[in-house]
């Protein structure tokens, strides 16, 4: 079986005990054989994100720190010492394949404030459409301990959200979720599918592996993870990475856990918008604005008939019909005020009343969903 087979937009998310060596270099072999199947993946038309721990791990060594730094300073200096070398080393390691690879850096405000959650969401699909393969990590130098992830396994579940991504992919110490702790637990039974995590299934998930000296998360963590994943459409994988061509394996038929999705991801992040977000203000609509919409059609301004309420760029809107019913429901692409402006215009007159280029879309088709 084949766990990745028809997947399109992939996260894997490499942890710093696979990517960090005993002597707290990057394992320069293993990176190797793992962009080697990533460019695979690539060279099968397939979208590829990485979240990879190992910054800080690298720091320490830089700045001559502990195996273990206690400090939130000394591990946001790390940080900022290692986040280079852990660059570099994915660069070096892709280049050979043609791939570029791309920085992201990420808190909790950009995935849990919906403005910055769209604009990293923007970035990381033009990244995508350029071939790029994002290399995603926590801001760790920034982050405080009240916007941290925490650890990487929820950084990676969020970024799998915010792409849409179709199968998330958590290289760990084991092969996957097991009854009890295999390395305690000579009778833990492997567990090679979930299609819902039940207090049962959070019952056999064991702590940090505090024998790898720097990852902090463990399997509590990846169901966690798994659940996020879950509820945005995406199925989650947690697999051995500890071997050459970890993904390569996988493929293979090598044993592993796989958390089943609840759902699509269009029709988690439809979900999201309509029942999960708060409307700041509405729009109504003309009659041939509401037939092109229920065609699944974008909101142009020329079907715009008014604009009310005070909201931003990102913030969902009620549409509404010419009799004054909810029709849908959406994430605006222009503020109130610039709203206001292009509202019953062509496509072609928008620049001429807004003094600069703007969408064509008041809401655009994939971020509206209809509700009446």
Same mark, same amino acid.
């Given at each position: 079986?084949?766990?990745?087979?028809?997947?399109?937009?992939?996260?894997v998310k490499v942890g710093s005990a696979l990517l960090v060596d005993a002597g707290g270099d990057v394992d320069r072999a293993w990176l190797?054989? +793992?962009? =080697?199947?990533?460019a695979r993946l690539r060279g099968e038309d397939r979208q590829v994100l990485v979240v990879s721990s190992g910054a800080v791990a690298l720091?320490?060594?830089?700045?001559?720190?502990?195996?273990?730094?206690?400090?939130?300073?000394?591990?946001?200096?790390?940080?900022?010492?290692?986040?280079?070398?852990?660059?570099?080393?994915?660069?070096?390691?892709?280049?050979?394949?043609?791939?570029?690879?791309?920085?992201?850096? +990420?808190?909790?405000?950009?995935?849990?404030?919906?403005?910055?959650? +769209?604009?990293?969401?923007?970035?990381?699909?033009?990244?995508?459409?350029?071939? %790029?393969?994002?290399?995603?990590?926590?801001?760790?130098? %920034?982050?405080?301990?009240?916007?941290?992830? *925490?650890?990487?396994?929820?950084?990676?579940? @969020?970024?799998?959200?915010?792409?849409?991504?179709?199968?998330?992919?958590?290289?760990?110490?084991?092969?996957?979720?097991?009854?009890?702790?295999?390395?305690?637990?000579?009778?833990?039974?492997?567990? &090679?599918?979930?299609?819902?995590?039940?207090?049962?299934?959070?019952?056999?998930?064991?702590?940090?592996?505090?024998?790898?000296?720097?990852?902090?998360? *463990?399997?509590?963590?990846?169901?966690?993870?798994?659940?996020?994943?879950?509820?945005?459409?995406?199925?989650?994988?947690?697999?051995?990475?500890?071997?050459?061509? &970890? +993904?390569?394996?996988?493929?293979?038929?090598?044993?592993?856990? %796989?958390?089943?999705?609840?759902?699509? &991801?269009?029709?988690?992040?439809?979900?999201?918008?309509?029942g999960s977000l708060s409307p700041r203000g509405a729009v109504a609509v003309d009659a041939g604005c509401e037939a092109a919409l229920r065609?699944? @059609?974008?909101?142009? &301004?020329?079907?715009?008939?008014?604009?009310?309420?005070?909201?931003?760029? *990102?913030?969902?809107?009620?549409?509404?019909?010419? #009799?004054?019913?909810?029709?849908?429901?959406?994430?605006?692409?222009?503020?109130?005020?610039?709203?206001?402006?292009?509202?019953?215009? @062509? #496509?072609?007159?928008?620049?001429?009343?807004? =003094?600069? @280029?703007?969408?064509?879309?008041?809401?655009?088709?994939?971020?509206?969903?209809?509700?009446?």
């Amino acid at each position: 079986m084949n766990p990745l087979a028809g997947a399109r937009r992939i996260v894997v998310k490499v942890g710093s005990a696979l990517l960090v060596d005993a002597g707290g270099d990057v394992d320069r072999a293993w990176l190797a054989d +793992l962009a =080697g199947d990533l460019a695979r993946l690539r060279g099968e038309d397939r979208q590829v994100l990485v979240v990879s721990s190992g910054a800080v791990a690298l720091g320490r060594r830089r700045l001559g720190l502990g195996a273990r730094t206690s400090s939130l300073p000394e591990k946001q200096a790390a940080a900022a010492a290692g986040q280079s070398l852990l660059m570099r080393a994915w660069e070096e390691a892709l280049e050979p394949h043609g791939l570029r690879a791309a920085q992201v850096l +990420l808190t909790r405000d950009d995935t849990e404030t919906r403005r910055r959650w +769209l604009n990293a969401r923007a970035t990381v699909e033009t990244l995508l459409r350029l071939g %790029v393969i994002p290399v995603v990590n926590e801001n760790d130098t %920034v982050a405080t301990e009240e916007i941290r992830y *925490g650890d990487n396994d929820r950084l990676a579940a @969020r970024v799998a959200q915010m792409a849409g991504a179709d199968a998330l992919v958590l290289l760990s110490d084991v092969d996957g979720l097991y009854t009890a702790d295999p390395r305690r637990d000579r009778a833990a039974a492997h567990v &090679p599918q979930v299609e819902r995590i039940t207090a049962e299934v959070e019952g056999w998930a064991t702590g940090a592996n505090a024998a790898a000296g720097v990852g902090v998360g *463990g399997m509590a963590t990846k169901l966690a993870a798994a659940r996020i994943a879950q509820g945005a459409g995406c199925a989650t994988i947690i697999a051995l990475g500890a071997r050459p061509g &970890p +993904l390569a394996a996988l493929e293979g038929g090598a044993r592993a856990t %796989v958390v089943a999705a609840s759902t699509t &991801p269009a029709q988690a992040y439809k979900a999201w918008i309509a029942g999960s977000l708060s409307p700041r203000g509405a729009v109504a609509v003309d009659a041939g604005c509401e037939a092109a919409l229920r065609a699944g @059609r974008s909101l142009l &301004p020329a079907g715009v008939r008014a604009v009310e309420g005070r909201f931003e760029k *990102g913030d969902a809107v009620v549409v509404r019909d010419a #009799s004054g019913r909810e029709l849908a429901r959406g994430l605006a692409a222009y503020d109130a005020e610039d709203a206001r402006r292009v509202a019953g215009l @062509r #496509s072609d007159a928008l620049e001429a009343a807004l =003094g600069w @280029r703007g969408p064509d879309e008041l809401i655009h088709r994939d971020h509206l969903v209809l509700t009446g």
